[in-house]
């Protein structure tokens, strides 16, 4: 009777221990299936920290998304899988590291400097505003955001070298529309008049911050917003900044200017903005940014209104 007693019971403990094995592996799995969760959640967020998406104003954090967004408005994440920035393949081997490199097709064909008519120096400012909101012929950036199909590639290859130059440079804003413009410049006029201006002073102000609807660069599809992912606030501090400071350095080599320069807002109407690139053509851009002038000069006055 003792003997069957016996044997119950160290039955009944191997049971329990088998049980106990089977917890234990289960809570095992479990746990590993929840830090595996975490981990490619954490591998998404960031990705879409990564992503720089926001159609921002000058004083504004950027952060990355891919609906258009109120100024000085928290915006939701863009879509989890993009590239930062959109940029071509890196530069073939033997090139030096952060050395410029000048697009195939600009080299090719250079554009005529000074010619007020061609599609690339169009001027767009408060004393020429569009003749038509008809949008140009446009493609995505990875990110979303949209430039002009015949300046798309360049915008590319400049951000693949300052990539290849170990740097992180991100297109927070491209192309907008008149809607999008009117929506910003309205939000910055409400800002001006918080801070004490009457209507028509606030609106003249934010004309210097904000383009005039019709009147922005934007518009044209031909300027693009870059700023280092590490540094996203649109301020004069973006000056500093590496990605800044090489694309000031390098952006001529592909087509491109630095459209507000510091000692030009008496020219441009605009602030001063480092964050801001025209594409105007290779020829056109070397000679802009040699002489240190900005696309009025260039022009000399002679766009039509």
Not at 55 to 60: F, R, S
Request: aromatic share 6%; glycine share 8%; with cysteine.
């Amino acid at each position: 009777m003792q003997d069957k007693l016996q044997k119950r019971r160290k039955w009944r403990l191997s049971k329990e221990k088998k049980h106990t094995r089977k917890s234990i592996l289960a809570g095992v799995i479990l746990f590993t299936f929840l830090c595996t969760g975490f981990c490619f959640i954490s591998e998404r967020v960031k990705e879409v920290n990564a992503l720089g998406n926001l159609d921002a104003i000058p004083g504004t954090a950027v952060l990355p998304v891919s609906t258009e967004t109120t100024p000085g408005a928290v915006s939701s994440p863009a879509s989890i899988g993009q590239t930062p920035g959109a940029v071509s393949p890196p530069a073939s081997i033997g090139q030096t590291p952060g050395a410029a490199k000048l697009p195939e097709d600009a080299q090719a064909n250079p554009l005529e400097t000074a010619d007020e008519g061609a599609w690339n120096l169009k001027l767009v400012n408060q004393s020429h505003p569009l003749d038509s909101m008809e949008a140009p012929e446009l493609k995505l950036l990875s990110n979303g955001l949209k430039f002009d199909t015949r300046a798309i590639g360049a915008l590319e290859e400049m951000l693949a070298g300052a990539k290849n130059a170990g740097l992180s440079p991100i297109v927070c804003s491209a192309y907008r529309t008149y809607e999008k413009q009117k929506m910003l410049y309205e939000n910055q006029v409400k800002n001006q008049q918080a801070k004490g201006l009457d209507l028509a002073a606030a609106q003249e102000k934010a004309k210097s911050v904000v383009a005039y609807p019709g009147t922005s660069e934007h518009n044209l599809g031909l300027a693009a917003d870059i700023v280092p992912i590490s540094y996203q606030l649109l301020d004069e501090k973006q000056a500093d900044t590496d990605v800044a400071k090489w694309l000031a350095a390098n952006c001529q080599e592909y087509g491109f200017i630095l459209r507000y320069p510091k000692d030009k807002t008496e020219i441009t109407g605009v602030i001063y903005e480092p964050w801001h690139f025209r594409y105007v053509g290779v020829e056109a851009a070397r000679e802009i940014m040699k002489q240190g002038i900005c696309l009025e000069e260039y022009l000399g006055g002679t766009a039509k209104k």
